[in-house]
Nanobody, 117 residues
Framework: QVQLVESGGGFVQPGGSLKLSCAAS????????MRWYRQAPGKERELVAT?????????NYADSVKGRITISRDNAKNTLYLQMNSLKPEDTAVYYC?????????WGQGTQVTVSS
């Protein structure tokens, strides 16, 4: 059974930082591209960042977070990370990790990030 469990969300002030984690199990984590998505109230779920499985991982970011967010992975720990700095109120959302297996999306339960003064 594929399982993705996000953690690390919370309530932070603008300009603050958070590091999200996603613990993966039930598949060969090191062999697959992993992604972080987020969904704010009233908005569509959007892709935030991607990291590939090859060569330690090639990364891609949404323009809205580029320069402020870093995606990384630790294959020995089967864990995906999202380091978030200089947070803005518009970053408030539920953050989900994602993997595509056999053409099917798998999602965690999400972790809430709230950026507010």
């Amino acid at each position: 059974q594929v399982q993705l469990v996000e953690s690390g969300g919370g309530f932070v002030q603008p300009g603050g930082s958070l590091k999200l984690s996603c613990a993966a199990s039930g598949f060969t984590f090191s062999a697959f591209t992993m992604r972080w998505y987020r969904q704010a109230p009233g908005k569509e779920r959007e892709l935030v960042a991607t990291i590939t499985s090859a060569g330690g991982g090639t990364t891609n970011y949404a323009d809205s977070v580029k320069g402020r967010i870093t995606i990384s992975r630790d294959n020995a720990k089967n864990t995906l990370y999202l380091q978030m700095n200089s947070l803005k109120p518009e970053d408030t959302a539920v953050y989900y990790c994602n993997v595509v297996l056999d053409f099917r999306n798998h999602w965690g339960q999400g972790t809430q990030v709230t950026v507010s003064s």
